[in-house]
């Protein structure tokens, strides 16, 4: 007669799911904490979207408001694209273990900031801000300096020549059509 086989934990399947979990848990914070705070926080204290009048139909209003959505739309998929291929966030310090070059990082190497952008332009829109227009255009000067200053340094340290190609096949903030590889 042959023993029983050991019982299996009950938790057992759950545990090779802690790590996507956890990593999902991450990403909702960081792009929370991240773009939340800089499209969504600020404009809304600072900028006029909280005390915005209940909107009509204008053509401008439904074009600020499809601009808002579809930046809303690609940052989320930004972000699961880090999380599922590169298995990291939008966060420097918790950034992709892997280059990430699917997607929508086929055709531009920031397309995070560019959904961010085009939040920022869809809500200046909206408000018909010109001082959230400013605060775009300095937002959109700091990230410059930090993605020439710090985060493409960074990626050639970490990811060498793969890094390397695929900047220059793939522009940094004007999409290219045809996408990358070719």
């Known amino acids: 007669m042959t023993p029983p086989a050991p019982p299996v934990p009950p938790d057992t399947p759950a545990r090779g799911r802690w790590p996507s979990i956890w990593l999902a848990i991450r990403s909702i914070a960081w ?3 991240l773009p939340g705070m800089v499209a969504g926080y600020v404009p809304w204290r600072f900028f006029g979207l909280a ?3 209940p909107l009509t139909p204008a053509p401008l209003n439904l074009l600020a408001l499809f601009m ?4 809303v739309a690609l940052l989320a998929a930004c972000i699961w694209e880090f999380a599922r291929s590169g298995r990291g966030t939008l966060a420097p310090v918790d950034a992709p273990t892997r ?4 997607g929508l990082y086929r055709w531009v190497r920031n397309p995070m900031y560019l959904s961010v952008t085009m939040i920022l332009l869809g809500e200046a829109l909206l408000v018909r801000s010109w ?3 400013v605060y775009w255009l300095v937002w959109f000067a700091v990230v410059n300096l930090f993605v020439r200053g710090y985060e493409e340094p960074a990626l050639q340290e970490r990811f060498g020549v793969s890094f390397e190609e695929y ?5 940094r903030w004007v999409p290219r059509p045809g996408g990358w590889p070719r």
């Open 68 to 71: 808002i959505g579809l930046g």
């Open 99 to 102: 280059l990430v070059v699917q």
């Open 31 to 33: 792009a929370t904490l």
């Open 131 to 133: 001082s959230l227009l």
């Open 51 to 53: 005390h915005l009048a």
């Open 167 to 171: 900047a220059r096949e793939v522009p």
